[in-house]
T-cell receptor
């Protein structure tokens, strides 16, 4: 079945890099996504990666995709206190219009 | 530009009472529409999605139902709420076509007491 897994918590110091990991199950997913959720709010798209790419960089964000292992990661360089939030990875299930989300990783940035 | 509206933002309802959450999208036509529930420590669970008026797909058996009476309106309902229905409900939309992102509303915090 469809399942996306993430670790629940991550704590880093301000200025360090954060790496949030995700594993997914649908090997035919075309796009994989990273969303950010501020407290009490909806989700906002941070970035996405097409499945034929290994890496995508967007300012402080770097997405790495290992399609063989079905592993996705999000690296945030120079993490700031404003980056504290819950981060969700998601896959678009091929052949459907569904998006399956992970459990979310709560990132806490320590000053 | 496209916008998504979801209301109410918070809701406290007694067990056994009915529920109606509404979501509307503006600035696009024939969107795919979704209802997700976020429970503590359980991530986002897809409840329903719809690819057109009157077309509803249910992902998990539950005490809830969804309806799409108009192209850009998606309603989440229950006849009798259970304590386990408490959670944060998120509506989302995407354009027709599989390889596009989903856009989310601000969510409704439902507490069943």
């Amino acid at each position: 079945g469809e399942d996306v897994e993430q670790s629940l918590f991550l704590s880093v110091r301000e200025g360090d890099s954060s790496v949030i990991n995700c594993t997914y199950t649908d090997s035919s997913s075309t796009y994989l996504y990273w969303y950010k959720q501020e407290p009490g709010a909806g989700l906002q798209l941070l970035t996405y990666i097409f499945s034929n790419m290994d890496m995508k960089q967007d300012q402080r964000l770097t997405v790495l995709l290992n399609k063989k292992d079905k592993h996705l990661s999000l690296r945030i360089a120079d993490t700031q206190t404003g980056d504290s939030a819950i981060y969700f990875c998601a896959e678009g299930v091929s052949g459907t219009y569904k998006y399956i989300f992970g459990t979310g990783t709560r990132l806490k940035v320590l000053a | 530009s496209q916008t998504i509206h979801q209301w109410p933002a918070t809701l406290v309802q007694p067990v056994g009472s009915p529920l109606s959450l509404e979501c509307t999208v503006e600035g696009t036509s024939n969107p795919n529409l979704y209802w997700y529930r976020q429970a503590a420590g359980r991530g986002l669970q897809l409840l329903f999605y719809s690819v057109g008026i009157g077309q509803i797909s249910s992902e998990v058996p539950q005490n809830l139902s969804a309806s799409r009476p108009q192209d850009r309106q998606f309603i989440l309902s229950s006849k009798k709420l259970l304590l386990s229905d408490s959670g944060f409900y998120l509506c989302a939309w995407s354009t027709l076509g599989e390889d596009t992102e989903a856009f989310f509303g601000q969510g409704t915090r439902l507490t069943v007491v």
